[in-house]
Each structure stands twice: as C-alpha cells, then as structure tokens.
C-alpha cells in the first residue's frame, strides 16, 4: 500500500516540477535600480530598448531538449519600458538565437523566448542565427556579473554595484524585471550594445544602473 500511495504522489507531482529552467539578464538603455527623481528624468525620452537573455540550464521546451542553448531578444518600444504591470508596453523584436541550435531547438527556442516575453513582444521583425557566448551570475555573494556576446550584433557587460554607484543615497529598485522571473539582482551596466539590423536602430548603454541578472523556470 505504501509503494501504491508513492506512486500516485510522484504522478501527481510531475506536473508540478519546471520543464524547462536556466538563467535570465535584461539590460534596459533606463536606470532600474535608481530614486524617483531619477527615473521620472527619464520617464518618455530613453529606455525604450531592452536586451533579453536566457540561457537554458536544464530541460525541455516542445518536447525538445535544450539544456547549454540559448536565446536573446532585443526589444525596441514606443515609450519607456518602465513597469509593465501598471504601464503596459509592447514593441517590436529581433530574436537571435544560437548557432549551435538544431533547426528543431531552433523553433523551440523562439518559441520559448516569445512564450516567456508575455505581451512585451508584439512583432518579430527579423531571426539571427549566431554563435552565443555568455556567462551569468559568476558574483559569490549577488550574482549579478554577467558576459555576453553575440556575434558582432550584442555585447554586454555587468557588474556588482559599488558604493560609487549611489548617487542620490536613495535608490531602490525602481522597476521590476520585464519578465517573470525568480531571485532578481539589480547590476551595473559597464556596456550593453545593439549594432544589428530588424528595428531601425542601433544602440549603446553604458555605465548605468539598468540590468538584472536571475533565474527562470517554467
């Protein structure tokens, strides 16, 4: 009877464990972590691009194993991307995806990325397929430095921040991540760039207090 009661547990509990999980960085071309005054300067004239990464960790998507792939997408917006849940913003994307991905991983992990985005992406304007090299949450105690580059289209670096980073002495994190997520740390943006085609612009962000490293799972 013992065994029989286990077994109906672990099948009832299946459901409920993540298919799929791994780690997550959003750099936005705004201040996150910042005090109100801050945030309302910019409030309207910059942050309306954001990069988005996932790197799949464990897991499946579509019945397809991704585990050591990943997936970016480079958001451009009308407006600011504040916080999503009380100014909801959508805008157009291009999603990159990694080279090493199978054409069967490749249509899951645009698949993931759209899924995992919400309403935040309205159109896919273009698909790159490159070589993606990242390392996220290499910080002991914050987790919050990070590498990224993808071909000659994204770089991107963060950092922990450090006591010179508080301007104002009253900063918090002013806007939450643009996707859900688990465990978010604010980080330092030392570069965040966009040099590709799909959106009708190019960007670079420097020396700001605009990312967040975490985890997802779904």
């Known amino acids: 009877m013992k065994l029989k009661a286990l077994a109906i547990l672990l099948a009832t509990a299946t459901p409920l464990l993540a298919q799929i999980s791994g780690d997550y960085l959003e750099v936005r071309t705004c201040d996150v972590y910042t005090g109100s005054c801050f945030a309302n300067a910019e409030m309207g004239l910059t942050g309306k691009e954001a990069i988005l990464v996932w790197s799949v960790r464990d897991g499946k998507w579509k019945n397809t194993a991704l585990a050591g792939m990943k997936v970016i997408a480079v958001v451009k917006t009308e407006e600011t991307l504040g916080d999503v849940r009380y100014q909801p913003r959508s805008g157009k994307a291009v999603l990159v995806v990694d ?114 490293l975490a985890s997802f799972s779904r």
């Open 99 to 212: 080279a090493k991905a199978s054409s069967e991983q490749r249509e899951a992990l645009l698949d993931l990325a759209r899924s995992l985005s919400g309403k935040l992406i309205s159109e896919v304007t273009s698909v790159k397929s490159v070589d993606i090299e990242s390392s996220l949450g290499t910080c002991d105690k914050a987790a919050a430095c990070a590498q990224v580059k993808a071909g000659n289209l994204i770089e991107i670096s963060t950092r922990c921040f450090g006591d010179k980073d508080h301007l104002c002495g009253n900063e918090s994190t002013f806007y939450p991540p643009l996707t859900e997520v688990n465990r978010a740390y604010p980080a330092f943006t030392e570069i965040a760039t966009f040099k590709g085609t799909g959106l009708n612009v190019t960007f670079e962000a420097t020396g700001q207090r605009s990312a967040f």
